[in-house]
Nanobody, 123 residues
Framework: QVQLVESGGGLVQAGDSLRLSCAAS????????MGWFRQAPGKEREFVAAIRWSAAATDYGDSVKGRFTISRDNAKNTVYLQMNSLKPEDTAVYYCAAGSLWRAIETYDYPYWGQGTQVTVSS
């Protein structure tokens, strides 16, 4: 069982930056692929980014490529999402997830989820 706790959300203006963190309670954190998803009101949960155990391989959703960066610190059991040049359409609840697949960009690839953190970008 893996417990995930997100933090770092908040209210920012368009063009600002924000860094989300996700702390995992597992001794085998380094073996998991970690992902970030987001869900806006009335919309399906959307893939944002994923990072493999080695941190050498990452995937990004098309809407965030070039603006968001995912990273991880296996010594701290933490994965980060650096969000730059934020837009109002980035407003959503952001979820951290953990899974065992090498490449995981779908919600069903992840058995473990955090409770989410709200990000609101005003225009």
């Amino acid at each position: 069982q893996v417990q995930l706790v997100e933090s770092g959300g908040g209210l920012v203006q368009a063009g600002d930056s924000l860094r989300l963190s996700c702390a995992a309670s597992t001794r085998t954190f380094s073996s998991y692929t970690m992902g970030w998803f987001r869900q806006a009101p009335g919309k399906e949960r959307e893939f944002v980014a994923a990072i493999r155990w080695s941190a050498a391989a990452t995937d990004y959703g098309d809407s965030v490529k070039g603006r968001f960066t995912i990273s991880r610190d296996n010594a701290k059991n933490t994965v980060y999402l650096q969000m730059n040049s934020l837009k109002p359409e980035d407003t959503a609840v952001y979820y951290c997830a953990a899974g065992s697949l090498w490449r995981a960009i779908e919600t069903y690839d992840y058995p473990y989820w955090g409770q989410g953190t709200q990000v609101t970008v005003s225009s």
